[in-house]
């Protein structure tokens, strides 16, 4: 077990640095019977301490002071050099100043009480702006003593006195660029939820110094550039530096004299070490005093500086180790299309486990307690099977550091870590070829090979006779050319529970992907948790004046709904009511402004989106990772259809009124990255960027038809984008989209779907009803004779989507190279149409014709479905799910603030 460098001085374990017997037995253990950490700590320490105790900030004038000090004497700047940018970092410090104090008491409760604790493992953590956030999340005082309120009021007008906006200041900061997608975005509202409702958790991740890419769009093509989130610092995070825990990579294994069983302890001989540093980020919970920690992990070389090298006048090599340690946390998701870039990634993710791992034992360790009760007192929780490495780091752990008998060991083991899947598509699943795994990590390869023989022994005897079982659940996939490592198979074995994020999701996981571990194990292993999100971030604060407004309707001025969002169903008696049908509407027009404006700045300040009728334009919009299952290309080629019916008609002689009946004013805006090595995805990019410049500069169609593609998608593009909408698009395939959460964010804000019966929409049309939703395409039982169809039979093409696709191919998108597309339409006309845009295009045009209808033909019906679709969508609050999850996966319980 690697040990850090130095004294690991976290906010959980308070200190007194001028009484060192102190620290010392603090840094030990605290017995069960104490019940207050001021139990331990002598009187005339406690008085000296609490006579300069840091206080928080309570009304404006302590918020001013803040302010000015760090303005001063932080940032060393004054009143005559305070910028917009200064005013946002002493604004974040002050608050956080709050944050910390809260922080401290929430870490000393926890250790005194010495409860269960969730760790959860994500390498993405998608968290947006954290400012507004906290300034929502925080409490104080309201001036007339009647009550608490958010923080946001009084820094406003504190600000306000001192010279600056808060919007102003809000939009200085950067989105912190930790994360891609969906993946990293539940990740996000699960510690919101988690401090929220007090449970003693942590989240490990990982500190990228340049995200996953800064997206931009140059001649219609997506370039991947460094995004410089951290230019300026962070001042969220706090540095540890004084937390170094170092990691080893390649070397070899090295076993006592005689002992030739990989099963006994050995010693791992590193060739390779890196030192993991500890960032640490505040998460603050809603209306509570806890905040619970983010841990994120920075990878720095042992020695930065070969001086020698340097004297030398090999300058590149006096640093190359700093370079190489530091690419470790450089970037999300390294390309892995080639070998170095797939070592990179495997060097990233154990790097991540192993530095967690440290954290969580030393803190378990402090206790004395015997490793039996280690899953009594630690819930790991594997989001996805990117920290699957976690299980047999602590195999190894356990048996070669702690000497524990391997079965003992990997009981403990199993009964700490659960998982979730994110995929119900095989080729999704992660692997990882054994000679690159066994070359980097090549005890851990031991491991797996064992863990593996004793678990196909256990199927051996299960199943006697079914040979074949055995190579379909082997971790190790020997059929393809070079041996892979089956992640998803290894995080079934060491988890005690497994778990899908919608409950189409998890029935698809039993009955296909994991089928067999079905068979082995029983059903009692696998269940389901459908995702949530937070309604502070995605309603409060992406919607401010929605939430406000519910909140008026219900009779809720201090928004406790946000608590207790199943209170959202007394909107319903709302839904007919003519007055608060039109602020409803007020608001959306409101926020659909606004996301025009964020447009007309993309597009250098010109208009594409015309103002004057901008409320009786249909907002359709899909924001999302860009990919083929989620069917992008679908949108798009609707859009197409769109484009060409309108020049037809007005080819034959109508009007523009005349056309406008048929097809009216609609703008369908783009959003999403797609990973730097999928090309079908860039040009996808390319193909909607491609026909937004013939359609928005097309005159003779006026302003019936818009495409917009928002570079750089993100959370605070998000957080406008998705108040915005009308309508909303989730189109995948149906049997590929494991759940989806964006579905859930736009029906919060009042959008309506279009989808299909796939993911979480299956559990939406459940909760707001089929009659406000727009579903269509085929159910996800009929997929495989449909594809079956495509590869052995002639599948007959629809006219429409004939019309298109021979569109395309003309060069009419693309004059210089008629060419460019004719990988997206072969795709579908020579190579399968693998993700069924041709058996669905007819039904997607047939409902978007229903939703021109319906929107355009009969505006309260629409307003009427947008109401109740609010009213109902409480289900889906990431409160519920982490309350699913204490109670039949971590088995842990909350830990309030004393009153």
Same mark, same amino acid.
């Given at each position: 077990?690697?040990?850090?460098?130095?004294?690991?001085?976290?906010?959980?374990?308070?200190?007194?640095?001028?009484?060192?017997?102190?620290?010392?037995?603090?840094?030990?253990?605290?017995?069960? @019977?104490?019940?207050?950490?001021?139990?331990?700590?002598?009187?005339?320490?406690?008085?000296?301490?609490?006579?300069?105790?840091?206080?928080?900030? @309570?009304?404006?004038?302590?918020?001013?002071?803040?302010?000015?000090?760090?303005?001063?004497?932080?940032?060393?700047?004054?009143?005559?050099?305070?910028?917009?940018?200064?005013?946002?970092? !002493?604004?974040?410090?002050?608050?956080?100043?709050?944050?910390?104090?809260?922080?401290?008491?929430?870490?000393?409760?926890?250790?005194?009480?010495?409860?269960?604790?969730?760790?959860?493992?994500?390498?993405?953590? *998608?968290?947006?702006?954290?400012?507004?956030?906290?300034?929502?999340?925080?409490?104080?005082?309201?001036?007339?003593?009647?009550?608490?309120?958010?923080?946001?009021?009084?820094?406003?007008?504190?600000?306000?006195?001192?010279?600056?906006?808060?919007?102003?200041?809000?939009?200085?900061?950067?989105? +912190?660029?930790?994360?891609?997608?969906?993946?990293?975005?539940?990740?996000?509202?699960?510690?919101?939820?988690?401090?929220?409702?007090?449970?003693?958790?942590?989240?490990?991740?990982?500190?990228?110094?340049?995200?996953?890419?800064?997206?931009?769009?140059?001649?219609?093509?997506?370039?991947?550039?460094?995004?410089?989130?951290?230019?300026?610092?962070?001042?969220?995070?706090?540095?540890?530096?004084? %937390?170094?825990?170092?990691?080893?990579?390649?070397?070899? =294994?090295?076993?006592?004299?005689?002992?030739?069983?990989?099963?006994?302890?050995?010693?791992?001989?590193?060739?390779?070490?890196?030192?993991?540093?500890?960032?640490?980020?505040?998460?603050?919970?809603?209306?509570?005093?806890?905040?619970?920690? *983010?841990?994120?992990?920075?990878?720095?070389?042992?020695?930065?500086?070969?001086?020698?090298?340097?004297?030398?006048?090999?300058?590149?090599?006096? &640093?190359?180790?700093?370079?190489?340690?530091?690419?470790?946390?450089? =970037?999300?998701?390294?390309?892995?299309?080639?070998?170095?870039?797939?070592?990179?990634?495997?060097?990233?993710?154990?790097?991540?486990?192993?530095?967690? *791992?440290?954290?969580?034992?030393?803190?378990?360790?402090?206790?004395?307690?015997?490793?039996?009760?280690?899953?009594?007192?630690?819930?790991?929780?594997?989001?996805?099977?990117?920290?699957?490495?976690?299980? &047999?780091?602590?195999?190894?752990?356990?048996?070669?550091?702690?000497?524990?008998?391997?079965?003992?060991?990997?009981?403990?083991?199993?009964?700490?870590?659960?998982?979730?899947?994110?995929?119900?598509?095989?080729?999704?699943?992660?692997?990882?070829?054994?000679?690159?795994?066994?070359?980097?990590? $090549?005890?851990?390869?031991?491991?797996?090979?064992?863990?593996?023989?004793?678990?196909?022994?256990?199927?051996?005897?299960?199943?006697?006779?079914?040979?074949?079982?055995?190579?379909?659940?082997?971790?190790?996939?020997?059929?393809?050319?070079?041996?892979?490592?089956? /992640?998803?198979?290894?995080?079934?074995?060491?988890?005690?529970?497994?778990?899908?994020?919608?409950?189409?999701?998890?029935?698809?996981?039993?009955?296909?992907?994991?089928?067999?571990?079905?068979?082995?194990?029983?059903?009692?292993?696998?269940?389901?948790?459908?995702?949530?999100?937070?309604?502070?971030?995605?309603?409060?604060? !992406?919607?401010?004046?929605?939430?406000?407004?519910?909140?008026?309707?219900?009779?809720?001025?201090?928004?406790?709904?946000?608590?207790?969002?199943?209170?959202?169903?007394?909107? +319903?008696?709302?839904?007919?009511?003519?007055?608060?049908? @039109?602020?409803?509407?007020? #608001?959306?027009?409101?926020?659909?402004?606004?996301?025009?404006?964020?447009?007309?700045?993309?597009?250098?300040?010109?208009?594409?989106?015309?103002?004057?009728?901008?409320?009786?334009?249909?907002?359709?919009?899909?924001?999302?990772?860009?990919?083929?299952?989620?069917?992008?290309? /679908?949108?798009?080629?609707?859009?197409?259809?769109?484009?060409?019916?309108?020049?037809?008609? *007005?080819?034959?002689?109508?009007? %523009?009124?005349?056309?406008?009946?048929?097809?009216?004013?609609?703008?369908?805006?783009?959003?999403?990255?797609?990973?730097?090595?999928?090309?079908?995805?860039?040009?996808?990019?390319?193909?909607?960027?491609?026909?937004?410049?013939?359609?928005?500069?097309?005159?003779?169609?006026?302003?019936?038809?818009?495409?917009?593609? %928002?570079?750089?998608?993100? #959370?605070?593009?998000?957080?406008?984008?998705?108040?915005?909408?009308?309508?909303?698009?989730?189109?995948?395939? !149906?049997?590929?989209?494991?759940?989806?959460?964006?579905?859930?964010?736009?029906?919060?804000?009042?959008?309506?779907?279009?989808?299909?019966?796939?993911?979480?929409? &299956?559990?939406?049309?459940?909760?707001?009803?089929?009659?406000?939703?727009?579903?269509?395409?085929?159910?996800?039982?009929? &997929?495989?004779?449909?594809?079956?169809?495509?590869?052995?039979?002639?599948?007959?093409?629809?006219?429409?989507?004939?019309?298109?696709?021979?569109?395309?191919?003309?060069?009419?998108?693309?004059?210089?190279?008629?060419?460019?597309?004719?990988?997206?339409?072969?795709?579908?006309?020579?190579?399968?149409?693998?993700?069924?845009?041709?058996?669905?295009?007819?039904?997607?045009?047939?409902?978007?014709?229903?939703?021109?209808?319906?929107?355009?033909?009969?505006?309260?019906?629409?307003?009427?479905?947008?109401?109740?679709?609010?009213?109902?969508?409480?289900?889906?609050?990431?409160?519920?799910?982490?309350?699913?999850?204490?109670?039949?996966?971590?088995?842990?319980? $909350?830990?309030?603030?004393? @009153?």
């Amino acid at each position: 077990m690697t040990t850090s460098t130095s004294n690991d001085m976290i906010p959980e374990e308070p200190r007194a640095p001028h009484v060192p017997r102190l620290t010392r037995r603090l840094t030990g253990f605290l017995p069960q @019977e104490i019940k207050s950490i001021d139990n331990i700590i002598p009187l005339h320490c406690r008085k000296v301490w609490s006579k300069h105790q840091v206080k928080k900030f @309570e009304d404006n004038e302590g918020f001013q002071q803040r302010f000015i000090g760090h303005v001063e004497t932080t940032l060393a700047r004054s009143l005559y050099n305070c910028d917009d940018l200064a005013a946002y970092e !002493a604004t974040s410090l002050s608050v956080r100043d709050n944050l910390i104090i809260n922080w401290n008491a929430t870490q000393q409760r926890i250790t005194a009480r010495d409860p269960k604790r969730v760790y959860y493992l994500s390498l993405e953590f *998608l968290m947006g702006r954290a400012l507004d956030n906290a300034l929502i999340n925080m409490e104080v005082e309201k001036p007339d003593g009647k009550g608490m309120e958010s923080s946001r009021a009084l820094v406003s007008k504190s600000l306000d006195d001192l010279g600056f906006r808060l919007e102003d200041v809000l939009e200085k900061e950067p989105d +912190a660029a930790l994360g891609n997608g969906g993946l990293g975005r539940l990740a996000a509202c699960f510690v919101d939820s988690m401090a929220t409702q007090n449970i003693p958790a942590w989240g490990y991740g990982l500190r990228y110094e340049y995200g996953i890419f800064a997206q931009k769009i140059i001649d219609g093509y997506q370039v991947e550039t460094p995004d410089y989130w951290l230019n300026f610092g962070d001042p969220w995070e706090i540095e540890r530096n004084e %937390i170094h825990v170092p990691v080893t990579f390649y070397g070899y =294994v090295d076993r006592p004299s005689g002992d030739t069983s990989t099963l006994a302890p050995s010693e791992w001989i590193g060739g390779e070490r890196v030192l993991a540093v500890a960032y640490d980020f505040p998460v603050p919970g809603y209306k509570t005093s806890t905040v619970n920690n *983010l841990r994120l992990w920075k990878a720095k070389p042992t020695t930065e500086f070969d001086f020698a090298k340097f004297n030398s006048g090999d300058y590149k090599n006096s &640093v190359d180790q700093q370079q190489r340690a530091e690419s470790i946390t450089a =970037v999300l998701y390294p390309n892995d299309n080639f070998n170095q870039g797939k070592e990179l990634r495997l060097k990233q993710q154990y790097f991540w486990c192993a530095a967690s *791992l440290h954290d969580i034992i030393r803190r378990f360790k402090k206790s004395h307690k015997p490793w039996s009760e280690f899953p009594e007192q630690v819930a790991i929780q594997l989001n996805d099977t990117h920290p699957t490495l976690a299980v &047999v780091e602590l195999q190894r752990i356990l048996v070669d550091m702690e000497k524990l008998d391997w079965h003992a060991a990997w009981d403990i083991v199993v009964k700490t870590f659960s998982y979730t899947n994110h995929t119900v598509m095989q080729e999704a699943l992660e692997k990882w070829p054994v000679g690159l795994f066994g070359k980097l990590l $090549p005890r851990h390869l031991e491991i797996i090979y064992d863990v593996n023989w004793f678990f196909l022994k256990e199927v051996e005897k299960k199943f006697p006779k079914d040979l074949g079982l055995l190579g379909r659940v082997s971790i190790i996939e020997e059929a393809s050319p070079e041996r892979q490592i089956r /992640m998803a198979f290894l995080a079934i074995v060491g988890s005690h529970k497994v778990n899908g994020v919608a409950e189409l999701h998890s029935e698809l996981i039993k009955t296909t992907i994991f089928q067999d571990f079905v068979k082995v194990y029983g059903e009692k292993k696998f269940t389901n948790v459908t995702n949530g999100i937070t309604p502070r971030r995605w309603l409060k604060q !992406a919607n401010p004046k929605l939430a406000e407004l519910i909140g008026q309707a219900i009779d809720d001025p201090d928004e406790n709904y946000l608590l207790d969002m199943s209170r959202l169903t007394e909107l +319903a008696k709302k839904a007919d009511d003519p007055d608060f049908q @039109e602020k409803w509407d007020k #608001v959306k027009a409101a926020n659909k402004v606004q996301l025009a404006d964020l447009i007309r700045d993309i597009n250098n300040g010109v208009d594409i989106i015309d103002r004057e009728h901008i409320n009786n334009t249909l907002f359709d919009i899909q924001v999302k990772r860009i990919h083929e299952y989620k069917r992008q290309q /679908m949108n798009i080629f609707g859009v197409i259809y769109r484009y060409l019916a309108i020049k037809r008609l *007005l080819k034959e002689g109508a009007s %523009i009124k005349e056309v406008a009946k048929k097809y009216p004013r609609k703008a369908s805006i783009f959003g999403g990255k797609s990973a730097p090595g999928y090309y079908m995805a860039k040009l996808i990019i390319k193909l909607i960027n491609s026909v937004a410049e013939v359609v928005n500069n097309d005159k003779e169609i006026q302003d019936l038809l818009k495409v917009v593609f %928002i570079p750089d998608y993100n #959370v605070s593009k998000a957080e406008i984008i998705i108040p915005a909408s009308d309508l909303s698009e989730h189109i995948s395939t !149906a049997g590929t989209e494991a759940s989806g959460t964006s579905n859930m964010k736009f029906v919060m804000n009042g959008g309506l779907i279009i989808g299909t019966v796939d993911g979480a929409n &299956v559990e939406i049309t459940r909760e707001i009803g089929e009659d406000n939703i727009f579903l269509f395409g085929n159910l996800s039982e009929n &997929v495989e004779e449909l594809r079956y169809n495509h590869q052995f039979h002639e599948a007959e093409m629809p006219t429409e989507l004939d019309v298109v696709l021979k569109c395309i191919e003309s060069g009419k998108f693309c004059p210089d190279n008629a060419s460019e597309f004719r990988p997206l339409t072969d795709s579908i006309k020579q190579h399968g149409d693998y993700y069924l845009v041709s058996d669905d295009f007819e039904s997607y045009l047939a409902t978007q014709e229903l939703v021109d209808e319906v929107y355009h033909g009969q505006r309260q019906e629409w307003i009427k479905k947008s109401i109740l679709s609010v009213a109902n969508v409480g289900f889906f609050s990431s409160d519920r799910c982490i309350e699913e999850y204490s109670e039949t996966i971590w088995n842990v319980e $909350p830990v309030k603030p004393e @009153e």
